[in-house]
Every structure is written in C-alpha cells, then in structure tokens.
T-cell receptor, first 113, second 115 residues
Framework: DAKTTQPPSMDCAEGRAANLPCNHS???????VYWYRQIHSQGPQYIIH???NNETNEMASLIITEDRKSSTLILPHATLRDTAVYYC??????????????FGTGTRLTIIP | NAGVTQTPKFRVLKTGQSMTLLCAQD?????MYWYRQDPGMGLRLIHY???????AKGEVPDGYNVSRLKKQNFLLGLESAAPSQTSVYFC??????????????FGDGTRLSIL
C-alpha cells in the first residue's frame, strides 16, 4: 500500500466546510483512495473512496488531483458530530490472503462551535 | 438499517474464562473480519472469512478461534482468556469479490477486560 501523509490535527468552525488533505505521492495506478473516520469510542466509519475521478456522496466529497499524488476530503457543512480522527488509506483491490486494512495516524479534526 | 452489529458491547472476564463475541451483518456481505484495537495502536487483524464455512488467520490469531456457520454471522471465541487480550474488538464486513475495491464496514466494537 502506498504511504500516506496527513496533518496530525485541524480545527474547523461549525457550519463551515472542512477540507482534509492527504498526500500519497507513491500511489500506483490500481490503488484506490479510501477515507474512514473514527469518532471516540466508536468503530471506524467508512466515508468515501475513489480511483481518479472526484466522488461525492451524502457524507462528503473526495477531490483527487490529476496526477493522483494527493487528495482532499471535504465535509461541506461541518457539525460538532464530525469531530473525529480521519484516516486516508491507499490500497489496491485485494486478493485472498491479503485482507488487512491498515490505518495510519490520521488527522484529528475538531469542530469549533 | 443496522449494518454490522456486535454483541456484547462490554464484558469483564476473569483470566482463564471463555467467551464468544458475536458479529452479525445484514448487508449480505461475503467477507467478514475481526480486528482488535489497543490504546495508541492501530487495528490488527485477528481472523477473517471470505464466505460461509471458511476462515483464515490474520496477523494476530493466537488465542482466538472463529466460526462462520451462517453467512450473516461471524463468531470470535476466546477459549482461555488472558490479560493480554484486554482490548476493543471490532468486526467488519465487505461485499463480494476477491479483487474488489469495496470498503469494509465496521461495527461499534466490544470492549473486553480480562482481570
């Protein structure tokens, strides 16, 4: 899996858009970018994933640069419940025997009232 | 819209006792996983299953056994609990396809303390 780099922490005002960056300069052509978050004492929550096109769902948008070396997760209208640790993971589709999902240190996002 | 449900949510055991953690998913997913998460550490894969009746070892399988008798359920057993097994256990599942890009979906965890 390609290595990812995220800022250790960020703050965002409630109601504003939260933009979380992730660098993955060694990403390979078949590797996807996944975003998860973990709210204190809860299980990791899947947010969104993409290969090269920008993606949007009900939770967030994922913007991937044209060279795929970095991406940004956007929470359009952050609420206090979005306070969590956000993980950017880069991995290729897996075959049997290689199923482990590896979380790095992530970005601790704090939404400020 | 339950997703992945884990029972129990909390449990305290004495050293040497046995117990079973239950994971149930209602998304008709083929693949299921058991992870543990210790303070300050990432998730570590214990065992996983690629379908009903099949199981495989992850990176930290010792001291645990698993069974997948029904597609929707994945059980994690501790035969003789040890204090080193005090942890938060997460179950996850994902959709079909050996080389799939489908994400894993997680339950809310079981917090287990071994005294």
């Amino acid at each position: 899996d390609a290595k990812t780099t995220q800022p250790p922490s960020m703050d965002c005002a409630e109601g504003r858009a939260a933009n979380l960056p992730c660098n993955h300069s060694t990403i390979s052509g078949n590797e996807y970018v996944y975003w998860y978050r973990q709210i204190h004492s809860q299980g990791p929550q899947y947010i969104i994933h993409g290969l090269k096109n920008n993606e949007t769902n009900e939770m967030a948008s994922l913007i991937i640069t044209e060279d795929r070396k970095s991406s940004t997760l956007i929470l359009p209208h952050a609420t206090l419940r979005d306070t969590a640790v956000y993980y950017c993971i880069v991995r290729a589709p897996r075959g049997f025997g290689n199923e482990k999902l590896t979380f790095g240190t992530g970005t601790r996002l704090t939404i400020i009232p | 819209n339950a997703g992945v449900t884990q029972t129990p949510k909390f449990r305290v055991l004495k050293t040497g006792q046995s117990m079973t953690l239950l994971c149930a998913q209602d998304m008709n997913h083929e693949y299921m996983y058991w992870y543990r998460q210790d303070p300050g550490m990432g998730l570590r894969l214990i065992h996983y299953s690629v379908g009903e009746g099949t199981t495989a070892k992850g990176e930290v399988p010792d001291g645990y056994n698993v069974s997948r008798l029904k597609k929707q359920n994945f059980l994690l057993g501790l035969e003789s609990a040890a204090p080193s097994q005090t942890s938060v256990y997460f179950c996850a599942s994902r959709g079909k396809g050996e080389y799939s890009n489908q994400p894993q979906h997680f339950g809310d965890g079981t917090r287990l303390s071994i005294l």
